[in-house]
């Protein structure tokens, strides 16, 4: 790696990411709560090489993004490392500052939020604080990019100029004592140690991984053996307590509230974190969000629509009825065009989930869900990437990297699958609208509420038969309420939305092609006699009992790839050029026009296995072929079973 690289480093929901793009000109996602970032991302300024860290509290790596921050700082030797503080929070932020000064990299101090503070009454004086960490303090306001331009100037000046870190703690006199002895074995133990000092401080700590390190090195035995008679049991809490002493010195000094004001924030958390209300409100909300998708998006979907029949309708003027134009036509535009017909309702969902994410709403339903969640064997950490599981599971699975406990992380992987991801929608919003019309926007909303309640319910299963260790405490940092800005809940929009698109021009259209060639030969056969239906016709005794047709059995082997496929698979199968409307009544007369068994469809559409990106991902996260196996039956037996429950509550077997 380049030795021009620095790394940013803060607590999580400090505006990192967003300091992040300002530097580089990236596009990194920034969302109003914890958890967003859960790896490291790389960009630069100049010739300057930025790697944004997880976010963390601490360099005590109880959790995988911790360690991934620590290793990166300890083995990459970053020139300078930024440290984002939370200007209205500094007491708390200024800790991680502490540790980091400890392993000794040089620290450039960044106070964001300066506006929230100004509106906070909160006075800082950052040139006296720079005195007391002795390293540059620069204040910033990142989301309306004041400051980036004096951060850039520090960070070239800092890179230029070696700066010798001095450690801006002395720890009172019984504990240095026992440091100093600890930090003589250690540089007796090794002359290449970079910093013994800190070392010193990691085993009064009893910190598992530099112990585990040093007793692999020879002779570390005898130097752990030799530090743990200058070692108390209580140090961990003893060091601790002495660094937010000194910061509680160095605050008093620094900062001054000038007046008592408003808190809107704690104002709203009144209502939105209620006791007895925060639940229903928050369900209420998202039921909100899905009847605003379905209503809005029918005029723009008639748009694609009249567009759709109108391309349709030049190829077969201009090429007529060829080998090609059935490619294009039947393949590409019945195939694409029956899921891109459903982009407004994808936009406009993200559009929703966008506007909570900014106002720092979702953090909160995280929140009020957790003393449930924790009843019930989940953590309550675990929600947030469930949450996140509405826009992609993949990503969702990704952020269990932030749960500390690797039972709770991998019961979290297992039912992440259970929420329904954006692929599902076309789906449902095809077969809703056909069978439901208006009412479909409850029908999706009952679909996302079952597999919430579903994945509460395997996690419970798991906690009680599988994992039966102690829960870890949800600890879960909740930012201010903030005004959502129509540049950056559109930006985020998009974000989402084009994920969609670029899996429908990569996994999606080369499935589609292998579809529309299966569909089509032998040439010149019946559809029943295609390649395509002799693929289903062999799986479909398996879902004789769920009574799916061929169609739909198709569907659901292809879905396995991607989602959204399922409906691609319709509009190439039916062959269908009038639109959605009809494709919908289509595909309900192949699933035996029921409702019930349309429902069922959907249901078994929501819990199996998302796509086969889920699977990658779940193995990358678990490392375990066992569990990345368990994860993909476990998932069709749930859906099989609820498919099956759906029909005989139903009345498809009375």
């Known amino acids: 790696m380049s030795k021009q690289n620095i790394a940013l480093i803060g607590n999580p929901n400090v505006g990192k990411t967003v300091i992040f793009n300002a530097l580089t000109g990236s596009k990194a996602h920034v969302a109003n709560w914890p958890g967003v970032t859960v790896e490291k991302k790389t960009g630069k300024l100049g010739d300057i090489l930025i790697t944004d860290l997880p976010g963390t509290y601490s360099l005590t790596p109880t959790a995988l993004d911790d360690l991934i921050a620590r290793n990166f700082i300890l083995e990459e030797s ?17 800790y991680l500052g502490l540790l980091l000064k400890e392993i000794g990299v040089p620290v450039i101090f960044v106070l964001n939020m300066m506006d929230i503070a100004s509106q906070k009454k909160i006075d800082i004086d950052y040139k006296k604080l720079a005195e007391f960490l002795q ?259 993949v990503p969702a699975i990704m952020s269990t990297r932030t749960i500390e406990s690797e039972d709770d992380r991998i019961i979290t992987i297992m039912v992440n699958q259970n929420m329904s991801c954006g692929a599902r929608l076309p789906v449902y919003i095809l077969i809703g609208g056909a069978i439901w019309g208006s009412g479909a926007g409850s029908i999706i909303f009952s679909l996302y509420i079952i597999g919430i309640v579903l994945a509460i319910l395997i996690a419970l299963i798991f906690r009680k038969f599988i994992f039966k260790g102690k829960r870890s405490p949800f600890i879960l940092e909740l930012g201010d309420y903030r005004s959502p800005t129509i540049k950056n809940t559109l930006v985020h929009m998009w974000e989402r939305g084009r994920e969609f698109i670029k899996k429908a021009g990569t996994i999606i259209f080369i499935t589609i092609v292998i579809m529309w060639i299966l569909q089509t030969f032998p040439l010149g056969a019946d559809i029943n006699d295609s390649y395509l239906y002799k693929v289903g016709e062999f799986f479909q005794p398996i879902f004789n009992p769920l009574n799916f047709g061929v169609i739909a059995v198709i569907g659901l082997i292809f879905g396995f790839i991607a989602k959204e496929v399922v409906v691609a698979s319709f509009g190439l199968l039916l062959g269908v050029g009038e639109g959605a409307a009809n494709l919908g009544s289509l595909i309900v007369q192949n699933l035996g026009n029921s409702p019930i068994i349309a429902y069922s469809y959907l249901v078994f559409v929501l819990l199996y296995t998302p796509c086969v990106a889920v699977i990658g991902a779940v193995y990358k996260e678990t490392g375990s072929k066992k569990w990345t196996i368990i994860s993909v039956v476990y998932a069709f037996v749930l859906a099989y079973l609820m498919a099956f429950l759906v029909q005989l509550i139903g009345g498809v077997y009375f």
């Open 78 to 94: 970053p020139k300078v490392v930024i440290d984002i503080v939370d200007a209205t929070n500094l007491e708390r932020n200024l």
């Open 135 to 393: 390293s540059p303090v620069i204040p910033t306001t990142a989301i309306k990019n004041e400051g980036i331009e004096e951060l850039k100037k520090i960070i070239a000046e800092n890179i230029k100029n070696e700066s010798e870190q001095n450690d801006p703690i002395l720890y009172p006199e019984e504990l240095e004592e026992r440091i100093t002895r600890i930090q003589n074995l250690v540089k007796g133990f090794s002359k290449n140690s970079k910093n013994p000092r800190w070392i010193a401080i990691k085993l009064m700590e009893l910190d598992e991984k530099v112990t585990e390190n040093i007793k692999n090195q020879p002779d570390g035995e005898n130097l752990l053996n030799s530090a743990s008679q200058f070692v108390k049991e209580d140090d961990r809490i003893s060091l601790a307590s002495a660094r937010y002493s000194y910061i509680k010195d160095i605050v008093n000094v620094c900062v001054k509230k000038t007046a008592k004001v408003f808190d809107s924030s704690e104002f709203l958390d009144n209502f939105f974190l209620n006791k007895y209300f925060g639940i229903p409100i928050f369900f209420v909300i998202m039921w909100g969000i899905f009847e605003f998708t379905f209503s809005v998006a029918t005029p723009l979907m008639t748009l694609v629509e009249v567009i759709q029949e109108w391309l349709g309708a030049i190829i077969i003027n201009g090429l007529g009825e060829t080998l090609f134009s059935s490619f294009l036509v039947d393949g590409l535009i019945n195939g694409f065009g029956s899921i891109f017909i459903f982009l407004p309702n994808i936009f406009l969902m993200f559009l929703g989930i966008s506007f909570l994410e900014d106002s720092g709403y979702l953090a909160r339903a995280a929140f009020v869900m957790d003393r449930l969640m924790y009843k019930l064997g989940l953590h309550g950490r675990s929600f947030v990437s469930m949450l996140l599981g509405f826009g992609c599971n």
